[in-house]
């Protein structure tokens, strides 16, 4: 359970450090060996975009991205539940119209055949980041704001 509740930074920092790796073995391939291993910067150009959806998730499950307090700490307790519900599913729907063209661009990369230029991979595989993303970011809105629920009840 507890890898679970840590499952963003445990990854992400995975991911990161695989990419200081790569980049300072592309840095020493470049100075000592006078060689360059261009491919790299595709994977953590690539890597980059998985951190930024993991990034977002761990966000929004520990409520920590931006919000408008001022206007609804004002309200009464139950009209603040109201507009926390309704943040949560206006963030939803957001992350799901981002999903929709992420999936649609998915499929038109598949249709067109397009690679990647450095390793000549298919180039779905690194859009894969944003359904896959926005998948655990929904999941964290939810968890986030049952949460708060439970917190206000108990």
């Known amino acids: 359970m507890r ?3 840590e499952f963003e930074e445990i990854v992400g920092a995975l991911l990161l450090a695989f990419m200081a790796i790569l980049a300072f073995a592309n840095i020493i391939a470049r100075y000592l060996l006078e060689y360059s291993f261009a491919f790299t910067e595709e994977i ?6 998985w951190l930024t959806m993991l990034g977002a998730a761990a966000g929004f499950r520990r409520t920590l991205h931006l919000g408008f307090n001022f206007l609804s700490e004002r309200f009464p307790p139950h009209a603040q539940k109201l507009l926390a519900v309704m943040s949560a599913v206006l963030a939803v729907v957001c992350f799901c119209v981002l999903a929709w063209f992420g999936i649609l661009q998915i499929n038109e990369e598949q249709l067109l055949g397009i690679t990647t230029e450095a390793l000549g991979i298919q ?3 690194y859009t894969l980041a944003l359904p896959v993303g926005v998948c655990l970011i929904v ?3 939810i968890e986030a704001t049952t949460a708060m629920f439970r917190r206000a009840r108990g």
Request: a negative charge; proline letters at 0%; glycine letters at 0%.
């Open 139 to 141: 999941i964290r809105i």
């Open 123 to 125: 180039q779905y595989w």
């Open 44 to 49: 953590e150009v690539a890597l980059l975009v």
């Open 3 to 5: 890898f679970w509740e």
